[in-house]
């Protein structure tokens, strides 16, 4: 992770406590990204902590955010055209993901309720 916007918005919108926000909000978080067909595992490692998620394309499946905010999401992966959109359906209105790549960067908007985490413009 080079930069964010409103990650702080973002981890208030899914009710993650004040104390973990300070640190989260440090971390350089590292993205591993394993493609196995239409099968994916994504890592996201921090010296903090880490989050896993597995899933295949287009198949719904049932996510538990363990270390984030601990809910049971239904989860789906689809493309729409070369971004990768996840719609995370359940407690929380509105709550996603949506990664793509452009030139040499990973790009990730998160959104949950009425926030919206994501990259600034132009250059990182
Ligand atoms: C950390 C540190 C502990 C607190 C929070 C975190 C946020 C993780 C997020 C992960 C998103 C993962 C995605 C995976 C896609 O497959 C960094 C674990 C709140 C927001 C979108």
Redesign the pocket.
């Known amino acids: 992770m080079i930069s964010n916007i409103n990650?702080d918005g973002?981890?208030v919108a899914?009710d993650?406590d004040f104390a973990?926000?300070k640190?989260?909000g440090m971390?350089k978080?590292q993205?591993v990204?394993e493609q196995d067909g239409d099968l994916?595992t994504?890592k996201?490692l921090?010296t903090?902590?880490?989050?896993y998620?597995s899933?295949k394309i287009g198949e719904e499946f049932e996510e538990v955010?363990k270390?984030?905010?601990n809910r049971k999401c239904k989860s789906m992966?689809n493309w729409d055209g070369e971004r990768m959109v996840?719609v995370q359906t359940g407690e929380k209105r509105n709550r996603g993901?949506t990664?793509w790549i452009e030139g040499e960067h990973l790009y990730?908007e998160?959104c949950c309720e009425g926030q919206v985490?994501t990259s600034p413009p132009g250059k990182i």
């Open positions: 990650f973002y981890m899914i993650i973990t926000r640190i989260a971390l978080t993205k990204i994916f994504m996201t921090s903090f902590r880490n989050y998620s899933f955010t270390g984030l905010d992966v996840c993901w990664h990730l998160l985490l």
